[in-house]
């Protein structure tokens, strides 16, 4: 009797002593304490203008929201994706944590985003070589940045009709503009399919573009082919590495020929935006020019497609390609 008499007297107590806390304004719930530590990243650090990385947070206690910030800097913040401004900047940014029932409100150290602007790529600039009659026609040179340049032309298969050799060499005083260039005849029944030049990547190696969105190219021919004001070169850009064992390589082309605008040294600027891809090959798994242009490039070329030559009846006709100056630009 004692013992349930006692268990009774304890529970009333209990509830004297809740009720006795409620009634003093106070809470049996404990009080929201700090979260651990909230730290706030950022997928790249080191932006170009207007290029875009992804933020996300560690740590952290309880379920309150996440939301970013920007102390300084002019960037701007979509949700988890941070955009650069227009121009170089330095940029704060942090994270905060909601507070919820468990946790007090919580803030990320700053984490500082540098945006620099975008800059032009060289890709050649002149042009070195012997004069082909010096050299029993040799066609090879190296841009003044260490690059080698080459002309070719391709027959069809089992084609015997290959074209006259009639020029080529370099020049730095071509209406002021440095370019190498060739020509040759061709008969307007020949099966010869393109012509084209290449400029290699400085030092024969590989350029790697980082926010660039235009080639800037100087192509012409010679006045025959020039004048008529017709779609005539077709520019391509080559990635360097091969695949198939060397037999091919990744190629994105200009969206359209260029049409010469007027007789003489020309320079063009191609959107990059514009290409298409020429030639992605087998066992490469690409399949947008944005992948092409994202690999490290090795190679310009500039041909010349049989369709768009020039051709006088049926003897031989002139048929050339200058190569001036390249580069990305912003």
């Not at 020039?226 to 064992?245: H, I, N």
């Amino acid at each position: 009797m004692n013992f349930v008499s006692n268990r009774w007297l304890l529970s009333a107590a209990s509830i004297s002593v809740a009720a006795l806390v409620a009634a003093c304004g106070g809470s049996s719930t404990p009080p929201p304490v700090a979260q651990t530590t909230l730290v706030v990243a950022a997928t790249k650090t080191a932006l170009k203008t207007g290029q875009t990385s992804t933020l996300s947070t560690t740590g952290g206690s309880g379920s309150g929201a996440v939301t970013f910030s920007v102390a300084s800097g002019g960037c701007v913040i979509s949700g988890t994706t941070l955009t650069a401004p227009n121009s170089a900047a330095t940029c704060s940014v942090t994270a905060s944590k909601a507070a919820d029932t468990a946790y007090l409100a919580a803030s990320a150290t700053p984490i500082t985003i540098n945006v620099s602007a975008i800059t032009a790529v060289t890709f050649s600039t002149a042009y070195s070589s012997a004069d082909a009659d010096t050299v029993n026609y040799s066609r090879a040179g190296r841009s003044i940045e260490g690059g080698a340049f080459n002309w070719y032309q391709d027959s069809a298969p089992g084609a015997s009709d290959w074209s006259q050799f009639w020029w080529n060499g370099v020049s730095a005083t071509t209406e002021n503009v440095p370019n190498f260039y060739f020509g040759l005849g061709f008969a307007s029944t020949t099966s010869v399919p393109y012509i084209g030049a290449f400029v290699k990547a400085p030092s024969d190696g590989s350029i790697t573009l980082d926010g660039q969105t235009k080639l800037k190219i100087a192509v012409w021919g010679n006045d025959e082919v020039t004048s008529r004001k017709l779609p005539t070169f077709r520019v391509f850009v080559q990635a360097k590495d091969s695949y198939q064992s060397g037999a091919c390589f990744l190629e994105a082309e200009a969206g359209s020929l260029i049409t010469p605008a007027a007789i003489g040294a020309q320079t063009y600027t191609l959107n990059l935006s514009d290409f298409k891809i020429k030639n992605n090959c087998t066992g490469s798994n690409v399949t947008t020019v944005a992948e092409i242009l994202a690999k490290p490039i090795g190679a310009i070329h500039v041909q010349l497609l049989k369709a768009n030559m020039y051709f006088s009846g049926t003897a031989l006709s002139a048929n050339g390609i200058n190569v001036g100056p390249i580069s990305f630009q912003p």
